[in-house]
């Protein structure tokens, strides 16, 4: 009897491709966290200086005695509520990409309960 030079497909075969797609989530959500950084840090920078008309402090500045405490932390909301709502903005669009690219949720991510 002839063997049968035709294999089966095996687990690593599928494995590959799960993971490729895993693979491909974590780069692109990742892209998502980066880019909202470099936004949000613009976007805080522009917003300081049309509410102040001076340049944003930097993290040398904000330790100055000389500063004042209040616009020290000013600018820290401003910063961290930039980057917390682009973050959320760009991952939600991130995770709407891949839904509308591959019609499945992204790897890791589970709808809520209701």
Avoid: H
């Amino acid at each position: 009897m002839a063997r049968s030079t035709k294999k089966a497909p095996t687990a690593k075969g599928k494995k590959s491709k799960k993971g490729s797609g895993k693979a491909a989530w974590k780069l692109l959500d990742r892209t998502a966290t980066v880019a909202a950084g470099v936004i949000a840090t613009q976007a805080a920078a522009l917003v300081w200086r049309a509410a102040t008309g001076r340049k944003p402090p930097t993290d040398d500045m904000s330790r100055d005695p000389a500063m004042a405490t209040r616009e020290a932390v000013a600018w820290a909301v401003l910063a961290g509520a930039s980057a917390g709502l682009i973050k959320v903005v760009l991952n939600r669009q991130a995770v709407n990409y891949w839904v509308r690219s591959t019609g499945d949720l992204p790897p890791g991510v589970k709808r809520p309960k209701a």
